[in-house]
DNA sequence: TTGGTTGCAAAACGTTTGCATGTGC
DNA sequence: GCACATGCAAACGTTTTGCAACCAA
């Protein structure tokens, strides 16, 4: 087959196969701007037509997460984990408490204040989750 | 009954009703300082000769956290929820990737940060959550 | 007295796993 | 061929719920 994947290398560097059901979720999720989860991105594929086992969806996205293609992360009052394409573009997101829609923004200001936290405190810093939340434009409920 | 339980001016405020178990939640919980699972606490406890149903304590958790009493939280590659009294002193913790223990930071860089959220997108701000991940110094471990 | 609260057991939910089969390399 | 990836169904751990008994107001 000389056809050449997407994907393939990406896999290739982190030791993993490139199989067809991880190059088809890397695309629907790189193509997705928004993080989802695991049952979303099932239905999405299934909706698509493509044919793939919601366990398989679980394990190709933990593995996926292990190597840091893609992003985990959880949401206050939402028991679910939601997966998003590892960019490398560093980002936050707004999520509305209504809708659960989330919105993500880019830059981050959180340079200084984890030096601070390092500095103040025996802590090795690897990493942070900062989410804002509230209302979102349409959904307009001030409650 | 004369004697006046603490907690029930709090609990009264918020038109819930000032039972037993609702003060032994919220003590255990504000004289402890790191956040607990709803496990944790019924445990806790249950070593102290306090007889509770597991339910019980998710329901007074779930029931204190909508009342803002509670916080609630979940934290990455950790699926349970982790609860701590709100003594409206706005803080953020730092969370050991390999033992789970979280300590708490005072303080928020966040301030101007929401300003600008608000004022660049159409969205109301109404909280955040930010945690800083890492190795404790008890754990030492770099990987 | 009345409506909110609790205990118990069972259900629900998201997620993980065992095992047999299939597939990339 | 071999190790890894997948499908299916069953298990898992956390959290929720139905219902009867209970208790604060």
């Known amino acids: 087959m000389g056809f050449k994947e997407p994907y393939q290398d990406v896999l290739k560097k982190k030791n993993l196969k490139a199989t067809k059901h ?3 979720i890397l695309k629907a999720l ?33 593995t996926l997460h ?7 992360s959880n949401l206050p009052d ?16 707004m999520i509305c408490i209504k809708c659960h829609k989330m ?23 690897k990493g942070h989750n900062l989410e804002v939340y509230g209302y979102c434009n349409g959904c307009g409920c001030e409650e």
């Open 103 to 125: 919105q993500p923004v880019t830059g981050c200001p959180l340079e200084e204040y984890e030096k601070l936290i390092e500095s103040k405190f025996k802590f090795t810093v």
């Open 78 to 93: 939402y028991n679910k984990a939601v997966y998003e394409y590892n960019n490398n573009e560093h980002r936050h997101h």
């Open 22 to 24: 991880r190059y088809t």
């Open 30 to 62: 790189e193509s997705n701007k928004l993080p989802v989860t695991a049952e979303d991105l099932y239905f999405r594929l299934k909706e698509k037509g493509i044919s793939i086992s919601l366990s398989t969806v679980y394990r190709s996205l933990e």
């Open 66 to 72: 292990e190597k840091d293609i893609v992003l985990k």
